[in-house]
C-alpha cells in the first residue's frame, strides 16, 4: 500500500493548490450530486488541537491497534484464512462476523488519511491481502459462507446479514482506494457487487437484506467508480422493501403475515414473551420492511438498520431523484427529532427488545437503549439530510449527538465501548472489547470520519456545519478553492475565528451555522426546551468589523462577499448554563431537569457526590449553575458548578460533567434527568 | 427475413404443441412480470371468422400495403437512404416522420405472424435494411438528426420527440425478432438503447423526452432480451418527469415557471390565444411532467402521451414493483374513468387545444378530439392494468374504446383514417392519408394486435377477457398446454362457444369475464348508466348443463374444474338495447340519449334518414329499440331500428348503426347523443 501524494496532510497543507490539481490527475470518479450540497470529505480535512485534534490522535495510537489486535484475536482474519485453506482450526463467530473486521481497516484508512504510519499501513496491506486472497471466482467474499457452504450463500436474505457484510466492504474499500489510488481492493468490491447485480434486480432475484447498509455502500461505490448499476441496485434493495419475496412477490401485509404460533397449554412466562416480542417485531417493522419506504411516515424497528436506511434514502434523492423518498424523509424526521429521540441524540428504547424506536416520547431513561451504533447512524443521517437541503437544523441534530450520545460509546482513553447508553445508571464501566463487535469497530469508524462533517459547499458557498479547530481546502463547484483555518477551543468556548485564505479573490457565500442551541432551543422540535429561551446575543465580526447576525431561513448567516487572502471572521456564541425540560408528553422526564452548555448534555456522576446519598441528590427549584474548566479532568473538560439539595433537602455544591465523560472514573452512578424541587 | 417455424400459423394449428417446444426451443428471453397475469401474446391467437377474422384479412391486404405506399411515397424511407448518401433529395417530414414508418413496419410484422406474405416481408426486409444502413457508429438512429446534425441529436428531448422515434424503433425490432427469430433489427435497437443507457441515466444526463412511449418500449425490449438496464432505464425516465433538467435538477414549481411571455401593445386575438394557450399547456401539464409521477393523480394534458406514460407505468409496477406508482394509476384511472372519458372510450377534448384532456365531467360532443391515437393508447393501458390486477373492469373500458372510439378510426375498406373521433358531426370523410401520420399507422398496427388481447394467464387460470371467434394455444405457468377455441358471432350476438382442449387433461380455472354491459352498467363508473339496470339472466353451461353464473369480485366467473379434451363451454350474453344516459355534471348529454348494444355504441347518420331535417330528429319519451341484422350494410352489421320523432315532433322510423361504421357512405351528419323528448 502506498499513499497518494494528494493524500499526504503535509503536503496538502503546504500546497493550496494540491487538491485542486490532484483532482484533475486522480483517476477516481467523484459523481457530483443531482441536488443538494457537495459533500467535503474528511481527507479535505485537518482537525488539529481544540477538541478533535487529541481526540483523533488517540484514536490513531490507541484505537486502531486496539481494534484490529481484538478482532484478530478473536478470529476475524483467521476466519480468511480458513476460506483459502490456510488455517485449519475452527470458524469464529458468526455470519456477519466479516463486517467488523470491514469497518475497523475502514476506520484505518480514513486515519492513516491524516498520520502516516508505515506499520499501520503495513499492518491493513496484510489483513487485506488475506482478505482478498478469500475471493471466490464469482465475486462472492465472505468468510462464513465460503466455510459453511456456498450453495446457501444467498440463503435467509432477512436474517443473514451477506449485504450488511458486503456493504461495510465497499465502504471499506472505497476508502482504500481514496488513501492509495491502488484499485486491487476498489476492484474486488466491483466483483462482489458485480455478481449481487447479477444475482439481484428486476427480472433477477427479489430480495431484500434484513440489516440496512449495503444500500448506501452501493451510493459509495457508484460515487467512487461512476457505475450506475450500483446505484440503480441500491435503488432497487431500497424500493423492494415493504413487499414479501417467496413464490409470489406482493406486499406484505400485517394482517395475513404468518405470526408465530402463540404457545398453549402450560406456558411459561418466557415462551409467552418470546411470543409476544416476535409478534411485535413482525408488526412493528424491525427492518423497516412492513412497507414500501415511500409509504413509511413513523420511525419503527431496529434504529441502527433505520439509520442506515434513511440515510441511503436521503442519498437517493441527492443522487437520483427518487420521487416520493423525500416526503417519507420529511416525516420520518419530524417523528424521531419531534418524538422519539433523547436529549442525547441517542435513539432506540427497550421498549419491544427489538434495539428499536418505541412508542412516541416514550423515553425511559434507565432502559433507554441508545446503541452506540444508532447515534452513529443517527449522525450518519443527518449528515446526508443537511447535504441534502442545506439547512442547519439536521446539523443541529448531527451535533448533538455527536458530541453526546455518539461520544459517550467510547472512553476517553479511546479503548472502552459501551454498546448501550442509558441516560440514568446505577453504574456501569465500558468494555474493552465486545464480542458481538459492531459498536467498537464502528466507534472505530467513525470519530475519524469527523472532518467530513465539518463543511459542505454549493455552487457558491462555503457552509460551516460545525465548528472544530483545523484547517481545510475546499474546492467550490465553480472551480475556486478555498482555504479555511478554524481556531476555538469549542464546544468548551463559543468564540471562533476563522481565517478565509481563497487561492484567489473571489465572490462566494461563506455560511455560519447559528446553533439552535444558542438562538434559544436545544433542537429543532417542541421535545426539548430551555427554561429561559432568551438567548444572549451573538458576536460577528469580519476583519474587526461588527456584522449583523441574521441567519436565512436555512439557518445559516451568509456572509457574502469578495473574499480575499487575508480575511478574517470572528463569531462569538455565547455558552450560558441552560436548564433544559422535556415536552410534557415525556412522562419519564416529568419533575426533572437536564443541564446543557453549548451543544453538550451534562449529567452527575457518583464520584462528584461523595458522602451523598445520590439517589436522592435533586436540584432545588432556583438551580443555578456556571461553567468552570477544569483542563486536567477527563482529559480536559469544563465542568458546571452549582448548588443541588442532598437528601431532598440540605444544601450541597453540585458538580456536572459532560454526559460523554461519563464513567471514565470509579464505578458509579450517573444520571442526566434530576429530579427538581417544586 | 425467414420466418421462424413457431410461428407459421399452420404449423401452430397443426400441432397442440408446438408452441410450448418452440418456446423451449427459442433463445428469445421472455421475461416474466414480478406480479399480475401473464400476457398471451397476439403470436398465440389466430382470430378467424366471426367479427375480427374479416377485419385482419383487410388490414392485411389492403391497410398495411397502402400505408406502406404513402409512408414511401412521403419520403419516410427515402429519409433514411439520405442519412447513408444514396439519396439526394430533400430531407422529408419532421423530427418524429421516423416513427411512424416503423410503427407501420410494426403492424406489417405482426399480420405476418397470420398471413404470410413473400411479397410483403420482401418489401419489409428492404425497407429494414435502409433503415439499418443509417445506423450510426455509436448506435443512434433517427434519419432526421443524421441529416440535420448529429451535434444537435439530444438536444431540447421535450419538444423534438428522438426517444419516441427509438420507442417506435425499439418496440418494431422486438416483434421482427419474435415473428423471424432473427436478430439484426434487434440488436439495432439494442445498440440504440445502450447509446441511449450511455449518455441518460443517474449520474449521466437527467432529461425526459416530452412525448411517453420510449418508456413501454424499452420495457418491451427488456422483456424480449433479459437486459435489466433497460428496465432501469425506463424508470429512470418515468422518475425524472415533473423535475426540471437545467443547470439545477429540482422539482417542476408552476409558480416559479417561465411563462411565456405575455403580449404586449396592440395584441392581435390570435396572439392573444398563442399565449392563453402556452400558458395553460405549461399550467395543465401537456407533457405530464409537473410533478412526479407517483404525485400525478389527475389525468391532465395530452392523451395518447397520458396513456403510454400510464401503460408505461403499469408495466412497471408489474415488471419492477415501482412502489408509489400503484396508488398513482388507481387515481388517475378513477379519474379517466369516472370523469374525463367519452361514451366511445374516447379521451381528450378540444377545451385547452393540447390534444388532452380536459375538466372532469367536461365532456362536449362536437368538440371532442378523441384522437385515434388516443384511444389506441387507452386500450393499450386498460390492457395492462388488466394484467397487474386481473380486474374485469379493466377489460370493459379496453373493449368499449376497441369497438367504439378506435374502431372509428379506420374505414372498413381499410384505408381511410380519422385523426379525430368527435360524437357529433356535419359530415366527414376519412383521408385516405394524413400527412403527420401517427393516427394512420397507429391503426394499422394496432388491429393486428388485437388477438394478443382475448386471453391473459394466471399460474392455474385461463383468462378470457374477449370474445371473439378463433383459437388460441395458452401455455400456464405450471406448463399445462391449452387450446381454447371460440366459436361466436360477438358482438353482433352474445352466444359464445368455448371448446377447452388440454394437452392433457388438467386442473385450471377457465375465467370467463361477465361483461359489465352484461350486468346492467356500461362503464366501471357512474359516469354512464343504463336507463333500465336490470340485465337479463346470462346463461352458462359446460358440456350442456347448466351452471350459476357467480362473477367473483375480480368480475370473472372461475370455471374450477379438471378439463379434458372435449369440454364445451357455452355462455349466453343477452344483448337488450339500451338507452343511456351520461352523469348529470356532463352538461353537454344534458336531455340526451344514446343506444348501446353490447360493447357497440350507436350513433345515428343522416344517411339513413332521407328527407328528415336530421339536426331536428330526436327520440320520443319512450323511445324503442330492436337488433336488426344487415349482412349486406357496411361490411356486416346489426342496425338498430326504433322509434323517433322528424321536426321534434312526427314519429319517424329510426335507424342506429355502429358509431365506428359512420362515414362510410356519403358524406353526412352524424351523431351518438340524441336529444330526447321529456
Given at each position: 500500500m502506498k499513499m497518494k501524494s494528494r493524500l499526504n496532510p503535509h503536503a496538502m497543507t503546504r500546497n493550496l493548490f494540491a487538491l485542486g490539481l490532484c483532482l484533475v490527475l486522480g483517476a477516481r470518479a467523484d459523481m457530483p450530486p443531482l441536488r443538494g450540497l457537495q459533500e467535503v470529505n474528511q481527507a479535505q480535512v485537518e482537525l488539529r488541537g481544540g477538541f478533535w485534534g487529541p481526540r483523533l490522535k488517540t484514536q490513531s495510537a490507541v484505537t486502531i491497534p486496539h481494534a484490529l489486535d481484538c478482532l484478530e484475536a478473536d478470529g476475524h482474519v483467521t476466519n480468511f484464512d480458513k476460506a483459502t485453506g490456510k488455517f485449519v482450526g475452527p470458524l469464529k463467530g458468526?455470519?456477519?462476523?466479516d463486517s467488523d473486521l470491514h469497518k475497523a481497516l475502514e476506520g484505518a484508512l480514513y486515519s492513516l488519511q491524516h498520520f502516516d504510519d508505515p506499520k499501520l499501513r503495513q499492518r491493513v496491506d496484510g489483513i487485506l491481502d488475506r482478505i482478498l486472497a478469500a475471493?471466490?471466482?464469482?465475486?462472492f467474499l465472505i468468510s462464513y459462507w465460503i466455510d459453511q457452504g456456498l450453495d446457501k450463500k444467498w440463503d435467509d436474505l432477512r436474517l443473514e446479514h451477506q449485504m450488511y457484510n458486503a456493504g461495510h466492504f465497499f465502504e471499506m474499500a472505497v476508502e482504500h482506494n481514496r488513501l492509495t489510488g491502488e484499485t486491487n481492493v476498489l476492484n474486488a468490491a466491483r466483483r462482489f457487487a458485480d455478481h449481487m447485480d447479477g444475482i439481484f434486480g428486476p427480472g433477477r432475484r427479489y430480495d431484500v437484506d434484513g440489516h440496512e447498509e449495503v444500500e448506501l455502500a452501493l451510493v459509495k461505490l457508484y460515487r467512487a467508480t461512476g457505475e450506475p448499476r450500483y446505484l440503480n441496485l441500491a435503488r432497487f434493495f431500497l424500493d423492494e422493501r415493504g413487499y414479501v419475496h417467496g413464490t409470489e412477490h406482493k406486499l406484505f401485509d400485517p394482517k395475513t403475515a404468518v405470526m408465530p404460533v402463540k404457545p398453549e397449554g402450560k406456558v411459561t412466562q418466557e415462551q409467552q414473551r418470546e411470543f409476544w416480542h416476535a409478534r411485535l417485531r413482525l408488526r412493528n417493522g424491525r427492518m423497516q420492511d412492513h412497507k414500501p419506504v415511500v409509504d413509511q411516515h413513523r420511525a419503527v424497528g431496529h434504529a441502527v438498520r433505520a439509520g442506515y436506511l434513511y440515510s441511503a434514502m436521503a442519498d437517493m434523492v441527492r443522487f437520483?431523484?427518487?420521487?416520493g423518498y423525500e416526503p417519507a424523509l420529511d416525516d420520518l424526521w419530524s417523528d424521531v427529532v419531534g418524538?422519539?429521540?433523547?436529549?442525547?441524540g441517542g435513539i432506540g428504547t427497550g421498549q419491544y427488545d427489538d434495539e428499536g424506536f418505541g412508542d412516541p416520547y416514550l423515553l425511559p431513561n434507565d432502559s433507554a437503549y441508545c446503541e452506540s451504533c444508532a447515534a452513529i447512524a443517527n449522525v450518519l443521517w443527518q449528515h446526508r439530510m443537511n447535504l441534502l437541503k442545506g439547512q442547519s437544523r439536521y446539523a443541529d441534530v448531527m451535533e448533538l449527538t455527536l458530541y453526546n450520545g455518539l461520544l459517550a460509546g467510547i472512553s476517553i482513553a479511546g479503548n472502552g465501548f459501551f454498546y448501550e447508553n442509558p441516560l440514568v445508571s446505577d453504574g456501569n464501566l465500558r468494555s474493552s472489547?465486545?464480542?458481538?463487535a459492531c459498536c467498537p469497530s464502528n466507534l472505530e469508524r467513525i470519530l475519524p470520519q469527523v472532518g467530513g462533517l465539518v463543511y459542505s459547499c454549493g455552487p457558491q458557498q462555503v457552509y460551516v456545519n460545525l465548528y472544530a479547530a483545523g484547517e481545510a481546502t475546499l474546492k467550490l463547484d465553480k472551480g475556486a478553492v478555498v482555504k479555511i483555518a478554524q481556531t476555538t477551543d469549542y464546544p468548551w468556548d463559543g468564540r471562533i475565528q476563522l481565517a478565509v485564505t481563497p487561492e484567489q479573490a473571489s465572490k462566494f457565500d461563506l455560511c455560519l451555522r447559528i446553533p439552535g442551541w444558542a438562538l434559544g432551543?436545544?433542537?429543532?422540535?417542541?421535545l426539548y426546551r430551555f427554561a429561559d429561551s432568551k438567548a444572549p446575543a451573538i458576536g460577528l465580526k469580519i476583519n474587526g468589523r461588527k456584522t449583523a447576525v441574521s441567519p436565512r431561513a436555512d439557518g445559516y448567516v451568509h456572509l457574502q462577499r469578495r473574499w480575499k487572502a487575508g480575511d478574517v471572521v470572528e463569531l462569538n456564541l455565547p455558552m450560558p448554563v441552560q436548564i433544559v425540560h422535556a415536552h410534557e408528553q415525556v412522562l419519564a422526564d416529568k419533575g426533572k431537569v437536564a443541564l446543557m452548555r453549548g451543544p453538550l448534555v451534562y449529567c452527575i456522576e457518583a464520584a462528584d457526590y461523595p458522602g451523598v446519598d445520590f439517589p436522592r441528590l435533586i436540584l432545588p427549584s432556583k438551580a443555578s449553575f456556571h461553567a468552570v474548566p477544569q483542563p486536567g479532568l477527563l482529559g480536559g473538560v469544563t465542568v458546571l458548578e452549582g448548588n443541588a439539595l442532598a437528601d431532598s433537602q440540605h444544601p450541597v455544591k453540585a458538580t456536572a460533567i459532560p454526559y460523554y465523560a461519563w464513567a471514565n472514573r470509579e464505578k458509579g452512578a450517573m444520571k442526566v434527568w434530576i429530579d427538581q424541587a417544586p
Open positions: 458468526h455470519h456477519a462476523f475471493q471466490q471466482p464469482d465475486g437520483m431523484g427518487a420521487p418524538r422519539k429521540m433523547y436529549l442525547t472489547w465486545i464480542g458481538l432551543h436545544p433542537v429543532p422540535s417542541d
